[in-house]
């Protein structure tokens, strides 16, 4: 009975040692450990992975599954899984990152280890000999990386550009064959070429690389027209533009309704060189239906996931129509001054499709488009300098031949003048006399708009031959067939008739 419970007080212990011995290692463990491992061309590499979590590789250049990669389960030991991955026949692209991920909840664990495939054939790992790569880099960059990795560590590589590397790029560039050569670079730095060579028994390897400086400069993303009417029947046509700076290349796409159907086409435009660099994208969709209204958006993007957006409303109409009114409120009457220096007739057209004669006519005569007394800009007409011989009816003509419908709005337009007297205009330097008690008749001639009301006045004055100036100051409404005394004449009548005069209503 003792030695039965000293037994289970071992056990209790040892449990309890191994669960306090330390913290669990998360981190997978790769079998062998080197790193970086050099194998040879058309070797087999054997990799094995132990962690705690579900292991997953990722491979340098191959994938999972492919031809010549295996990956099957193994002895996981103290851990909880164990993975082993077999690649066969190594070749030079080969060369890379090995990666086995172990994941687990809440947490997600990498070792990696680094893997070089010598062949004495190709000593760069992704060879440009004759087609440069492009590498892009932006203004706002310091540094570039020439990505001339070599299949070996011990490789001597050396990189030339055109034109020849400058002081500080040859003193301050820095080589990893894993990466390749890091070299500063200024935002106006510039080179044709740059190119990796290294020499092995005789026989030289060259890689070659074009920078291209790329731009952030993405602005102006917009479509015209934005707002768009359209008929069931007619084709939509939407243009998509943006600004670009040198080198940028504006990439677009659409989102619109029925866009799964496939009926539409797009087309680039051509390119506008400018500073900054005009592109666009046209989108052209056939046969419209009332299930084709609705938002149209244009996504534009760089490189780099640079991006920006600009949407249209797309209205769809299933019978045409031409509606004219006033915008104002004054109903189509509009009294102005002479003098005004400009008047805009501005009617409110709403029509689909749009009308394709549009005509202005005065008093029923048809307005000239280069004349210099009115201006036609879309469906308004501005008259300038206004007299007294603009007052008349102005009408608006518009119709679409195709769909067979007009409209006409018209409005009346008076122009008022102030008030002239005629005899004003004669002198009154020379006074003619005239015998006391004979009939003598004054005319008034006046003009205006509206016609203007003449009223007498009489300012009476001493008969007194000695005064040479009135005594009194006060003016007199004149009246008729009020008696005369001293003071005042004697008016017989007063009569008021309209004639034309020189063309005029006086």
Known sequence: MTSSSCFRLIVVIFCCSSLTSGRVDRHPKIIPSDNPLILHKENSLSLICRGQGILQWILANRLIPSEGVK?????????????????TDLRASDTGTYSCNSSEVGSH?????????KDPEQLFV??????????????????????????????????????VLSKNIAEE????????????????????????????????????YFPKRHTKLLQNIKITPDHVKVLVGDTLILNCSGETGPNGRINFTWEFPKQKENRHQTSRSD???ANPITMSQVLVLPNITMEDKGKYVCHAFLERSIHKNASAKVKVYEHPFLNISYKQNHRGVIVV??????????????????????????DGVAILKNSTCYRMSGYSLSILDLKHGHTGIFTISLGNQLKGLYRNLSYSLTVEVKPTISEAELSNQDVQPYMSGKQHQLTCTAFGVPLPQITWLWQPCNTNLMIEHCIYKDE???????????????IKNINVKTELVQGKNK
């Open 71 to 87: 990956v099957e389960k193994c002895d996981s030991r103290h851990y909880s899984h164990c993975s082993k991955l077999t690649v």
């Open 109 to 117: 664990n990498v070792t990696s280890v680094y893997i070089y495939v």
């Open 126 to 163: 992704e060879p440009h000999p004759s087609n440069p790569q492009v590498l892009s880099i932006y203004r706002d960059e310091t540094s570039l990386v020439v990505p001339c990795r070599t299949t070996s560590p011990d490789a001597v590589v050396k990189l030339e550009g055109i034109p």
């Open 173 to 208: 560039k820095v080589w990893d064959p894993k990466v390749g050569f890091k070299i500063p670079y200024g935002p106006y730095t510039t080179y044709s070429w740059l190119t990796c060579s290294t020499e092995v028994n005789g026989h030289q390897f060259l890689s070659r």
């Open 271 to 273: 390119m506008i060189p």
């Open 337 to 362: 001054s002479e003098g005004t220096k400009k008047l805009v007739l501005e009617p409110r057209v709403n029509a689909m499709p749009l009308p394709d004669v549009i005509g202005w006519y005065k």
């Open 476 to 490: 007199i409404v004149v009246k008729p067939d009020a008696q005369g005394n001293n003071y005042h004449n004697w």
